[in-house]
């Protein structure tokens, strides 16, 4: 599992890179397919086998998810003051590991919101 989520951490910093403003919100989904599947993970990336999410991120606001959606086909271009969630994860028939954090596009690019330590944090259920 370390690393899938050292590989999950690189898909988000290769997605950073990418968005600019006026990116459009399907062109971070694409990479980050391209890497996943270059990676060995086209089974496990959003979901496992069949059961996927199409999406790699979302705009965040007065709701969780909101426009746009980082997803194939999605033409909205992130702009200067949209805030965002990226959230590259691979799923296992033993669990899921990934990131999520949150971002808020500005002239000169994506910055972080997040304030938490990217660290695995093991979940048991009882």
Known sequence: MVKAFED???INSELIKCIKPGTPAE???ILAVKL???MGYKDNFMG?????VK????GIGLELDEFPILAKGVKTPIMPGMTFALEPKFVFP????????SFVMTE???????ITPEVITY???A
């Open 108 to 114: 000169n690019g994506p910055e972080y919101l997040s």
């Open 8 to 10: 999950a951490q690189f």
């Open 55 to 58: 999406f790699v991120g979302h």
């Open 27 to 29: 062109e971070p989904y």
């Open 94 to 101: 033993e669990g899921a590991i990934g990131t999520e954090n």
């Open 123 to 125: 979940v048991e259920y």
């Open 36 to 38: 996943a599947e270059e």
């Open 48 to 52: 496992y086998k069949e059961d996927k």
